[in-house]
């Protein structure tokens, strides 16, 4: 598709905004409030929503493009990083891949206009496990009735667009699967649904400024026009679903790699900058090797995420490679944690304190290896893909299996 901007200049529009966004990461951070005045300036520049095709008034961008941004954006701020993954990439290319023509018109303009969408899986019982899911979607005359609890939900409160994974169940309660359905709520124009709430957020270590809240669904009616409904069905949607994750993994991996990037311009910064024993820290030869073997990481990390973004999955997948997104994330997260924490070393106690980003991008990072499936889930994906082997984790799962494979 004919992109409106080249990649160079996605990249020079995203280093203009982060030198915006860079003195003012610390106030969101210390204060805990949603970087509102960043969301209007990504929204100004065309980047939220950059991947929605032009005809729905994106700018048809490639997740090449839009890791090239991101990558940008994560030196100066995570938390507007983290907004742009989700502006164009996981809930909103699941719409715009596999919704219908009405849903993809509703949710553009909501996404192009500021808003980041908030994808809904993650339960108290449900983490890593996330087919143990226990939100039901129950078919009751001709609408979706849902009830459950979904914690960890980043956005939650601020996002208006909502895509609620739940069990969907027949009229007569028997189990189809699990789908996706789409929830508007928007308070501040109206937009209240019934049976949704916010009911708490959570306390955390670092990206202060991003909401992760718990929402529950009591009686929650979703007409059948809201329903994600996968091309192949309800009991494929999960897969499919899940597919259209493989780009917010891409995109979160770059995050990490673009905090890491940052920290390593801090550090070469520092170590012409301070002094110690007569010579500039630069000089010795055992932080030199560090800043190497930071550096190299930075570039592996970028080289895999590239690689993913550029990769599509097999039959016709408009999404990543789930194995090149999976290995990237997984790489590209646990990197970064050392490469930002080599970085706050080098600057010795000034690291430490906030004069400095680097205390804030080393509790930011953490993340990384946690959200969007954890780097533990992500290897066992990969070493499947390996293996070319299914790897149930549920203690009778390779029992049921080779049961299957005997029938
Ligand atoms: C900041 C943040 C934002 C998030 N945003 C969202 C969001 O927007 N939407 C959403 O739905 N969810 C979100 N999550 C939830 C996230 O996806 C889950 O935290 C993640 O899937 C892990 O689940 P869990 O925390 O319950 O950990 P658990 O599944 O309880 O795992 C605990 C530990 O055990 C390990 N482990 C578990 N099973 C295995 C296994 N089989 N083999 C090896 N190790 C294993 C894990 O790797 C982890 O280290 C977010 C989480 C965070 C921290």
Redesign the pocket.
């Known amino acids: 598709m004919e992109q409106i901007h080249s990649t160079d200049t996605y990249r020079a529009i995203a280093q203009e905004l982060a030198a915006n966004f860079a003195p003012r990461a610390a106030e969101w951070d210390k204060s805990r409030t949603y970087c509102w005045q960043n969301v209007a300036e990504l929204a100004e520049a065309g980047i939220m929503g950059m991947t929605i095709p032009k005809e729905y008034g994106g700018k048809g961008a490639s997740y090449h493009d839009a890791v090239v941004v991101i990558e940008e954006i994560a030196k100066s701020c995570t938390l507007s990083a983290r907004i742009v993954v989700e502006a164009n990439m996981g809930g909103i290319s699941a719409v715009m891949a596999y919704g219908t023509e009405a849903q993809k018109r509703f949710a553009a303009p909501l996404v192009l206009a500021g808003d980041k969408p908030?994808?809904?899986?993650?339960e108290p019982e449900a983490?890593?496990?996330?087919t143990e899911m226990t939100t039901t979607a129950r078919r009751t005359g001709d609408v979706y009735v849902l009830n459950g609890r979904?914690h960890?939900?980043?956005?939650g409160g601020v996002s208006r667009l909502h895509l609620i994974f739940a069990r969907v169940l027949d009229e007569d309660g028997e189990d189809q699967g699990i789908g996706g359905y789409i929830v508007h709520c928007d308070p501040d124009n109206g937009v209240e649904p019934e049976g949704f709430r916010v009911a708490g957020r959570e306390h955390?270590l670092g990206?202060c400024g991003?909401p992760?809240a718990e929402l529950v669904f009591e009686d929650l009616v979703v007409e059948d026009d809201m329903v994600l409904l996968p091309p192949s069905g309800f009991r494929r949607g999960f897969a499919d679903l899940m597919n259209a994750y493989n780009s917010q993994r891409v995109g979160a991996g770059t995050i990490a790699m673009g905090v890491a990037a940052g920290a390593l311009e801090h550090a070469k910064r520092y170590l012409k900058e301070r002094h110690q024993f007569g010579r500039p820290l630069a000089e010795f030869q055992g932080l030199q090797w560090m800043l190497a073997d930071m550096d190299a990481g930075v570039h592996a990390s970028r080289l895999m995420l590239h690689e993913a973004a550029r990769s599509r999955g097999p039959d016709g997948s408009i999404f990543p490679d789930i194995m090149m997104a999976a290995r990237a994330k997984a790489f590209a997260s646990e990197t970064a944690i050392k490469v930002v924490n080599d970085a706050l070393q080098m600057f010795g106690a000034r690291g430490y304190g906030d004069k400095e980003p680097l205390e804030r991008m080393y509790r930011d990072v953490r993340?990384f290896t946690?959200?969007?499936?954890?780097?533990?889930?992500l290897k066992?994906q990969v070493a499947g893909q390996l293996l070319g082997i299914k790897t149930p984790?549920t203690r009778d799962g390779y029992a049921k299996l080779a049961a299957r494979a005997g029938e």
């Open positions: 908030a994808i809904c899986i993650t983490g890593s496990a996330a979904k960890w939900i980043t956005g955390t990206l991003m992760e993340m946690i959200g969007g499936g954890t780097a533990q889930i066992t984790q």
